[in-house]
């Protein structure tokens, strides 16, 4: 009986464990300037969530992946899935390393404190940025190769920065301290299944706390 009464105790602290949050990581590439790429999360809590980039000057992200330098110049914005209405957005973050060729600090490097949601981050190359909603088409969306106007004399679109450098199509992407997250076009659980994630999350414990995604924009 002790025994029985310790197995249904273990359980019960087990279902009510909270989740445990998870480091993404993400890599890829773009076909033409005005491509984005879509990130969904969720938090089952109030939580700190960093979103920041590593393509453009290069780094160390939190999968321990290198990331070489020479990507195209990044901006995000974020917006709340339940309401589809921006949260906020960045083009070039602070604390970021200076890109070695242009000396420029690029990379985004977002951090805010977000109530229990599901939530999506978009991507793209800078100076596309996104509307007021979801709804809302891209700055840039349907100009195609648009970096042109950047370009330096000989060198062509797509993916030049405001520098005049001509630059690669790779972006890597981190997604820090939520609780799941899915890559570019992925969907997030509705919340009548967090109950069930919150339960194989605390089974799991710290196991695994890390995952790497790598996609490419088709032809």
């Known amino acids: ?16 464990a909270p989740a445990f949050a998870t480091d993404f990581s993400y890599t890829g590439t773009f ?28 780094g160390v992200n939190s999968a321990g992946a290198t990331i070489a330098a020479g990507g195209f110049d990044p901006i995000l914005t974020l917006y709340d899935l339940a ?30 404190t977000l109530a229990a949601g599901s939530y999506r981050v978009a991507l793209s190359q ?17 100009s195609g190769n648009f970096t042109q106007a950047y370009c330096d004399m000989g060198i062509t679109a797509p993916f030049c920065d405001f520098t005049g450098a001509k630059r690669t199509s790779a972006w890597a992407f981190d997604i820090l301290g939520v609780d799941t997250a899915t890559g ?8 009548a299944t967090w109950a069930m994630m919150i339960l194989g999350m605390g089974a799991v414990g710290g196991a695994l706390r890390r995952r790497s995604v790598k996609v490419a924009f088709a032809h």
């Open 1 to 16: 009986m002790k025994t029985m009464h310790k197995m249904l105790l273990g359980a019960a602290l087990l279902s009510a």
């Open 31 to 58: 076909r033409q300037d005005d491509n984005v790429a879509f990130f969904d999360f969720v938090a089952t809590g109030t939580s700190t969530v960093t979103l920041r980039s590593f393509s453009y000057a290069g």
């Open 83 to 112: 309401t589809g209405n921006r949260i906020s957005f960045q083009d070039d973050g602070s604390g970021v390393p200076v890109d070695p060729v242009t000396g420029a600090p690029f990379d985004v490097n977002f951090s805010s």
């Open 126 to 142: 800078y100076n596309n940025f996104g509307g007021a909603t979801l709804s809302d088409a891209f700055d840039r969306a349907g």
């Open 184 to 191: 570019p076009g992925g969907t997030v659980p509705e919340p």
